[in-house]
């Protein structure tokens, strides 16, 4: 039944497929790959980076990763000086549920911090692997 149907609309079956790897060609460019929360903790711990997490204040104070930088993604063009001290390390952009982290790693890198990237399912795979947060 399936067979018969996808040979019948063959134009929309190769549509789609086009859709669909388009959408993931913009989405790969956009801001790079999404790093696993263990390559996240990796390069962080073993570079000297830092977790950049991008939520509005509030939110943060409800639980974040230990050591994080707070700079909610409307503020960060004009603080991007906050970060500068990271410019040649990791940045790992979090987000709530990694959608967000991607426009904000796209204007890092386009600020020159080359090494920005986002994590993977943001604070929501973090809580969902019980990882540890801090609240404020």
Do not use: Y
């Not at 040979?7 to 790969?28: F, K, P, R």
């Not at 990763?65 to 063009?77: M, R």
């Not at 994590?119 to 019980?130: F, P, R, T, V």
């Amino acid at each position: 039944m399936i067979f018969q149907f996808m040979a019948e609309q063959w134009i929309l079956i190769a549509g789609l497929a086009t859709t669909l790897t388009m959408l993931a060609l913009h989405e790969s460019r956009k801001a790079g790959p999404a790093l696993s929360i263990g390559e996240a903790v990796q390069l962080v711990n073993g570079e000297g980076g830092v977790f950049l997490d991008i939520r509005e204040a509030q939110e943060f104070s409800r639980g974040h990763i230990t050591a994080a930088l707070n700079i909610p993604l409307a503020s960060l063009p004009g603080r991007l000086g906050e970060l500068e001290k990271f410019r040649e390390k990791p940045i790992v952009v979090v987000c709530k549920m990694g959608q967000s982290a991607g426009s904000a790693t796209k204007t890092l890198r386009q600020q020159s911090f080359p090494r920005a990237q986002k994590l993977s399912g943001g604070m929501m795979e973090w809580d969902a692997q019980k990882l540890p947060v801090v609240t404020l």
